[in-house]
């Protein structure tokens, strides 16, 4: 068994480890390095995989999967073929359950614990939450179901006084308030030490303090919201302390009640420069350990030309709301809250309350902007049918990361958004290619059309092949023609585009690129018609995507040439760069000019 | 200014009018007679539209419509044509936010609040939500958001101790143990006084409790979680007492912070029946006023079908686990219950957390199943792609209300589910049309296949047209020939079959049910392709549905006939019989009949 000064030994080298992995491969940085210790503990106190740790997000779970047999492949992490940047049953037995999105360990953990309890299994599920993800409802939802489980259960509140942006909300404030009073063990044992040496009444008073019945004892000794809702309290306590860490564990062991240990943590421990600026290190590409580099948000990409935009529109226009949750430097929305504070919303990661308000401000005579990444967007389906759709309220989702993300993988892939919205009633959805369309299309949501409007955007930077869409009009769609007259047509849309146009030009064929995903006009159809056979390249999620729905529509018109689709048929799209996914798929130029060499 | 005296008089007024409305034209009654009082006191406080109530749920409406110029129509109510059984901005503009769906009140209001605050509108926004939608995480979400809010925003918790099932959760208990004890500002008053009155050292511990820095003070003047929050708490507050409830409501208008106002109601109030039983009152068709006789949940229909369906497997086996979101009568589940309390889980309205928390059952080793009408099941699109999917876990999701729904209109369509299902990977669907069916498919998905299974049945009772399908076996799908081999076909599934068989026989056409709706295997689309002519014939939304799946892999093969769909092409359906519907959108038999005559 390690001594106290081995285990921040072991802390300190898997630190250094950290540090020099995602200098070079990139990920999430600042929250790895706060849970060090943390991690340690967990597997000195508990044995996985029969006891289950379910890591909230899981950006967070580096220095796990280097104590679970992983640390000689840790360098090959978030690269192709390597380890993922995430917990993943299918890479380790000790990897419990899949994470990328928030807000969701709470619930799984329950889960987890109650199938044990049914079969008679005493292993423990921990559930690792950071205050960030506590921002989500369904982390609520979990809290309120999991004060009453009856299997061994304990969930430990990862607070780091911050989320991905700033952490907001009142819940934020009031975990600041218990975080920064004095320990509350120490507390409560120092309130009744204080009435029993009070002359007098003071014993009297700690005796009815003490009684089931007293008011006052409820609202001292029960005197956290956790509490309330029927866990067993710890905390706070010191993250970076192991001893600790490793005595509060034990002791939720123990309790037979569901327990919530409440530790607090510094983003960024240990890396003088992330934790200085813990964002900044969030989720970085490579860098240099010495200089500290990592990509500044601010730099060119859809994102900041989307943020840019948007101030240029708010200028004129008072009206204009910016939202985000918890993605203010991820979406661009920084130069938006800088410039205009007053309507700026940064709403936690609460995606649900983001369009449903956004509508409320939109019903209000507003002209609300929510700008969230595709995969996250995913959260709202029922909210943009319901609060928006059926309000008629006219907001505009400006979907970021929309299409293949890359590094991030399965969890994280914009593949579903298009078709997703194409369900929802008077739904209009615009797709730029280029910084320029984009800023065509954000001004059309905003003045050309009614009800709910979205544009989608990939992630990173314009693609420098496409310079020449500069020289041409903005439209909502845009022939260019081939070699022949009524040959093969390529239907497309978005950043996919430019692997499209130059496998068209090798095989002679038209390409209708479309910015105006939907609704479409009737002259599409007609157009598309007018060629002996179609071809369809959809960087999305085929069921339900635009090719589908056009393809269906052709052949009702009784068209009789031939139709191919290239779309994405299974969502599960493994990390690896953007290029070499598209390779994989054959959307890759060489992949579609083969796949327009079919008849 | 009406007296109070007048003003319980109109209260009593009403609730016979709602009691006579109700038992005639089917409705929400429980909820209703619970918020007559509250109604009267908002509408003599505050002014709407310039004040904005936003009811959540909306179904506890039918008072507010009666006193906002609709009185004379209420007769009307959930009729084809008649006023709407819920809250509808196009209906009134008293109607300030559409409703239908839980716990999206507080995000609304605080929208339009915002607005109101951005425009120098000083009029006052209030969201009265019931503590059954506090236990969806949307709530929460917006809590944590209102809780800084700078607008004008008032925020009623009607607490009547039951959401649709009884409330579940440590919320549940939370606010129970708050509603039942002495009133809070009598609690406060009290520790004061007593202090004072203790000798020696009382006053000097009032003194200490009422210093700013005092931890005793935040523990006791702050002890409830909505304070923690931020708001202004004012409660618990008797909710039939018009007198009290107005005298909150103008305090509430004084104070320049949110404010949270907590009453405590009666479900039923007034109608002795409805005291006794809320829940059998809660939605009801139209029943007897003095014999009592609402429809009684476990009669005849797919709902209780599948509840028998589900005890019958679980006798045999002890992993089957069932879920419900606040909806136990609903979906049929409490004869689940019932056998096996300690495998049956009632989450509140919490849909995702109860997706999430199934699949943490099912990585655990059991077999969850979470009934769930299909237009709530929107509320899970990303936890279902990303907590089930992803983590290849195996569960059964039971989708009642599949299809229309009749009476309660556009908010409640259970239309977009299998789209939605469709295009996450690896999902399993099945659409039986029969109580057989249902029995076969259940069994099905729950030793059939693997990964994420789903069932979908409609609202009600089995067609008796369909009887002769019991005498047919259980297939994945069914050709019934029509008179010419190569003819005409239909392709359709679910309960539409009724309408569909009749009309093809009409005209000599086959018709091929499908009861698994994905994957299909090649065969499917071999079998259509044999015919000059497939018609789609979908109860569902058109994007993303089986026949636009379909219809793309018959265009793609090189099918050379006629193809023709109807589905449903808009998704905003409004309130009016399941039978009128059909008719408006040509899916009843003479509807279809007309279809299939199109060459």
Not at 285 to 291: G, H, P, Y
Request: proline share 4%.
């Amino acid at each position: 068994m390690l001594s106290t000064a081995e285990l921040n030994a072991l802390a300190e080298e898997i630190r250094e480890r950290l540090i020099e992995v995602v200098s070079q491969n990139g990920g999430h940085l600042a929250s790895n390095l706060g849970v060090v210790e943390l991690t340690i503990a967990l597997h000195r106190i508990f044995t996985t995989p029969k006891d289950a740790i379910v890591w909230d997000v899981g950006h967070q779970s580096y220095t796990h999967k280097m104590l679970t047999g992983r640390r000689d492949r840790i360098d090959t992490i978030r690269t192709e073929g390597g380890l993922s940047g995430f917990p993943k049953p299918y890479e380790s037995e000790h990897d419990a359950f899949v994470a990328g999105h928030a807000s969701t360990s709470i619930s799984a953990a329950m889960g987890l614990a109650e199938a044990k309890r049914q079969r008679g299994d005493d292993g423990y599920v921990i559930a690792v939450i950071g205050d960030g993800a506590f921002t989500g409802g369904m982390a609520y939802e979990g809290l309120n179901n999991a004060g009453k489980a009856r299997g061994n259960l304990i969930i430990i509140l990862n607070d780091n006084d911050m989320s991905i942006s700033k952490s907001v909300g009142s819940v934020a404030n009031y975990l600041s308030e218990i975080r920064t009073k004095p320990a509350y063990f120490r507390f409560k044992d120092s309130v009744s030490h204080l009435l029993e040496r009070t002359p007098m009444v003071g014993r009297q008073i700690k005796d009815a303090l003490v009684s089931s019945k007293s008011k006052l004892k409820t609202a001292i000794y029960h005197n956290t919201f956790f509490e309330d809702l029927g866990f067993d309290y710890l905390g706070p306590i010191d993250g970076h302390d192991i001893d600790m860490l490793c005595g509060a564990l034990m002791r939720a062991k123990r309790i037979s009640r569901p327990v919530l240990i409440h530790i607090a943590t510094q983003k960024g421990k240990g890396y003088q420069k992330a934790e200085e600026n813990p964002g900044a290190y969030h989720g970085v590409s490579s860098f240099d350990i010495e200089k500290g580099n990592p990509d500044i948000s601010n730099e060119d990409s859809f994102s900041t030309a989307f943020g840019r935009a948007l101030v240029g529109q708010a200028i004129k226009d008072p009206s204009i709301c910016g939202i985000t949750a918890a993605m203010k430097y991820g979406t661009g929305l920084q130069f938006f809250k800088h410039k205009y504070p007053n309507r700026f919303y940064d709403v936690g990661i609460a995606e649900e309350h983001a369009v449903t308000f956004a509508s409320g401000l939109a019903t209000g005579g507003l002209r609300p902007v929510f700008a969230v990444y595709s995969t996250f967007l995913q959260r709202c389906y029922d909210q943009i049918i319901h609060d928006v759709a059926l309000q008629h309220a006219h907001l505009v989702l400006a979907i970021d990361r929309a299409g293949l993300v890359g590094q991030d993988g399965e969890t994280h892939q914009g593949i579903y958004d298009v078709s997703m919205l194409q369900s929802v009633p008077t739904m209009t959805l615009y797709s730029p290619a280029t910084y320029r369309e984009l800023r065509h299309c954000l001004n059309a949501c905003l003045y050309g059309e009614e009800g709910p409007c979205a544009l989608r955007y990939p992630r990173g930077k314009e693609d420098g092949r496409l310079a020449f869409l500069d020289d041409l009009p903005c439209e909502d769609h845009h022939l260019f023609p081939g070699k022949k007259k009524g040959g093969k047509v390529v239907l497309t849309y978005g950043r996919i585009f430019a692997e499209v146009y130059p496998a068209a030009q090798k095989v002679g064929a038209s390409v209708l690129k479309l910015t105006k995903l939907f609704p479409l006009g009737e002259d599409v159809c007609e157009l598309l018609c007018s060629y002996k056979a179609v071809y369809f390249v959809e960087e999305g999620i085929r069921s339900g995507g635009v090719s589908e729905r056009l393809a269906s529509q052709l052949a009702e018109s009784g068209y009789r040439g031939r139709i191919h689709i290239r779309a994405i048929e299974d969502g599960v799209i493994p990390q690896a760069s953007v290029e070499s996914t598209l390779a994989h798929l054959g959307m890759d130029e060489a992949g579609i000019a083969r796949f327009l060499e079919q008849e």
